[in-house]
């Protein structure tokens, strides 16, 4: 097992304010179970993960656990609502004018592509026709 480390808060207050409508408390059901854990605390882990570039694993013990984190961070992303944070953060800091549109980073590290090459025939169609038949 990793040590973990400590770490500050990824978003301050204002930040957390401006899009905390988008991430809605869970209520408790009468089913019981585990109380559902507070969406800030999930949204500091998800961002400490991204920001740093750990494995979700490597989550220090501050935030919850990371299974709970990159669950949400799944959920989230496929319901929309971190595109909707993250614009609304991006127009808050246009704005402010804090963003040079002239300095954009494009990082293709997760771009997939074997030997630098995309795959647009199937490979028996590459292949010419067999000598024996």
Same mark, same amino acid.
């Given at each position: 097992?990793?040590?973990?480390?400590?770490?500050?808060?990824?978003?301050?207050?204002?930040?957390?304010?401006?899009?905390?409508?988008?991430f809605p408390e869970k209520?408790?059901? /009468?089913? &019981?179970? @585990?109380?559902?854990?507070?969406? $800030?605390?999930c949204l500091e882990g998800v961002l400490w993960v991204? /920001?740093? &570039?750990? @494995?979700?694993?490597?989550?220090? $013990?501050?935030?919850?656990?990371?299974?709970?984190?990159?669950? /949400?961070f799944r959920d989230w992303s496929r319901s929309g609502v971190w595109l909707r944070a993250w614009q609304r953060l991006i127009l808050q800091l246009d704005d402010l004018d804090e963003i040079d549109w002239r300095v954009l980073l494009a990082d293709g590290s997760f771009s997939r592509a074997k030997k630098g090459v995309l795959r647009l025939a199937s490979v028996a169609r590459e292949k010419g026709p067999r000598s024996c038949c």
């Open positions: 097992m990793t040590e973990r480390t400590i770490c500050n808060a990824q978003l301050s207050d204002a930040q957390w304010f401006l899009i905390a409508d988008l209520e408790m059901t /009468r089913v &019981g179970g @585990r109380p559902p854990i507070a969406a $800030r605390p991204l /920001r740093s &570039g750990a @494995r979700w694993k490597d989550l220090p $013990r501050d935030f919850p656990s990371y299974v709970t984190c990159w669950r /949400r």
